[in-house]
């Protein structure tokens, strides 16, 4: 088996987290969460999207967010879904934003009448104006590895949605499975079929724990050679509309996978596992967090 010396995690649990909750922190509250990951070292923070209010609520001060950390060490993400979010990205100083298409041909087809590929090609005006605004732009791929309404997703589906972000000048892409459908063997398959396709392509892998494979798959994905994935303090998380979608992997738990492993992060152990129950004082209910509820074991605390 062989593994990466080191990794890059993104921080979603600003975004991804958060907006699966029913109670929505304050905005101190969310500056407080996101001072602290910058603080213990994470170099990517989703920091929340920027989508319509009546749609997604709880991210209603993500502006407010960007506006306050102003030049952060970090890189800091928005999640958008037209044109009108990379306007509020450049009016509230966002830098990167982030597109996303469903893998899934009937649930895309059912919700935006279109192909995935076909709404992928649809971003071009997304694409161009993040370029003119000096905006990084990346695109994320959910449920790659298997999806509700149709099972198991043809990889030349997959691939059709790759090309289509190529096109647009999109290389960073992220495989999401939003659906928590995946399990290692698929993962290590995909992942190595497309990185060997694709060797340009700046990858993210985004895993949700919903039946308790997002260890393994990250385990997986490292050893196809991936470096870059996405994780949520305390294992907040999952998608709204997705039946069934539970948190995403816990920050803390994927640290304790890297720091048994010597695998490097450059993330703080100890600071996460303070923001990881931190999270858990705010949000009022106990975390899917593994680490949380058994601790660091023999670990040096």
């Known amino acids: 088996m062989t593994f990466p010396d080191k990794i890059t995690l993104c921080e979603v649990g600003l975004r991804d987290g958060l907006q699966n909750e029913k109670t929505s922190l304050t905005t101190p509250q969310k500056l407080e969460l996101a001072e602290a990951v910058v603080t213990a070292g994470m170099p990517v923070v989703e920091l929340g999207s920027l989508m319509s209010p009546k749609a997604v609520p709880q991210m209603a001060d993500t502006d407010e967010l960007f506006k306050s ?6 890189e800091l993400r928005a999640l958008i879904a037209n044109k009108k979010g990379v306007d509020r990205a450049f009016a509230c100083g966002c830098k990167k934003v982030k ?9 895309n087809l059912a919700n935006l009448n279109k192909t995935p590929a076909e709404s992928v090609a649809g971003f071009a005006e997304c694409a161009q104006a993040a370029k003119e605004g000096n905006i990084e732009i990346s695109g994320s791929i959910s449920m790659p590895f298997g999806s509700p309404w149709e099972g ?74 991936m470096t870059r994935f996405d994780s949520s303090f305390a294992g907040l998380g999952g998608c709204p509309f997705v039946p069934g979608a539970a948190g995403n992997i816990a920050t803390e738990d994927v640290l304790y996978l890297c720091e048994r492993m010597g695998i490097q992060t450059g993330v703080d152990f100890d ?19 593994c ?7 023999g670990l040096k605390q």
């Open 271 to 289: 600071a996460a596992m303070a923001i990881a129950a931190r999270v858990t004082e705010m949000v009022g209910h106990p975390a899917e967090s």
């Open 152 to 225: 198991e997703i043809p990889l030349n589906d997959v691939r059709e949605i790759v090309e289509a972000y190529l096109a647009l000048g999109i290389d960073e892409i992220s495989l999401s499975d939003a659906s928590g459908m995946a399990v290692p063997s698929q993962v290590f398959n995909i992942c190595e079929a497309m990185r060997k396709q694709y060797p340009g392509v700046r990858w993210w892998l985004h895993f949700h724990n919903t039946r308790g494979m997002g260890i393994a798959n990250v385990t997986a994905a490292m050893e196809a050679g």
């Open 69 to 74: 950390m102003g030049n952060s060490p970090a």
């Open 291 to 297: 680490l949380l509820k058994a601790g660091k074991g």
């Open 99 to 107: 597109l996303n298409v469903s893998a899934s041909k009937a649930h």
